[in-house]
């Protein structure tokens, strides 16, 4: 089953189509970019203006690795601009697909723990 497209972008990395927005998170109060791999096995969701740069992996693959889809919280290692352009946001899949040991972070219900 496909992404439903509406109120996404389409960006092409490296020959493969992702999805990606900006918008209120469905389970907090902030601002999240979501990025989605067509068949869905890349899910990020990257909280926006939060200090500490981290992202949420939700999907079955993650620095070409097998996850679990469980919420997983990574930092990141280069800093989230202000204004989300393609340009970030294909660097944000480069990392996520083909990056290698990213440094997994805790989440406290309020923010992370570095």
Avoid at 49 to 74: D, E
Wanted: aromatic share 12%; proline share 6%.
């Amino acid at each position: 089953m496909g992404v439903a497209k509406k109120g996404y972008r389409r960006i092409i990395c490296d020959g493969a189509v992702y999805f990606w927005r900006v918008g209120e998170d469905a389970d907090s109060p902030c601002v999240v970019l979501d990025v989605i791999s067509e068949k869905k096995q890349l899910i990020l969701a990257c909280p926006l203006g939060t200090g500490i740069p981290y992202v949420i992996s939700k999907g079955h693959l993650f620095q070409n690795q097998p996850a679990n889809g469980c919420y997983s919280r990574y930092r990141l290692p280069f800093d989230v601009p202000d204004a989300v352009t393609p340009r970030f946001v294909a660097r944000l899949i480069d990392w996520a697909v083909r990056g290698r040991d990213a440094a997994q972070v805790k989440w406290y219900g309020a923010g992370i723990i570095v």
